[in-house]
């Protein structure tokens, strides 16, 4: 599945940024249900691509880290980030293992339609909890089953 997502990373990126209205619901509806103000919070932000969400959260104070297991979208997330200097940093990493992620590290795991796209939800709910606190949250969008793509 990544070689996929490598493979049209540009493309995707491009459109979730300048024209998909569906990425741009889902973007507002997920920031909406966050803290207005996340000072001292720590965010991860799983299944990242260019860092929208990433940079967001940092802008409203939490330290950041963004993954995804695609890399094109880490370079990209990564090159965005050294002009807008919000402080998140990107890893490649699989939603399902969270491998570069500790124990216990976020205080929010964001999931903006990525959840949808993991091929074991199960592993990667798992791999959410352990990364939270006790008592961390996991906000996330997923698009509506009979949505068309938009």
Known sequence: MTDTWDTIA???ADLVHHGSAMHRFAR???LDALPADMSGLRVLDVGCGEGLISRATAGRGAQVVGVDPTARLIERARAIERTAATGATYRVDDGCTLATVAEGWADWV????SLNNVPDLGAAIASVRRALVSGGQL???VPHPKAGFA
């Open 139 to 141: 906000a996330f969008t």
């Open 10 to 12: 540009d493309w995707y």
């Open 28 to 30: 507002e509806v997920l």
């Open 110 to 113: 964001t999931a903006g339609l």
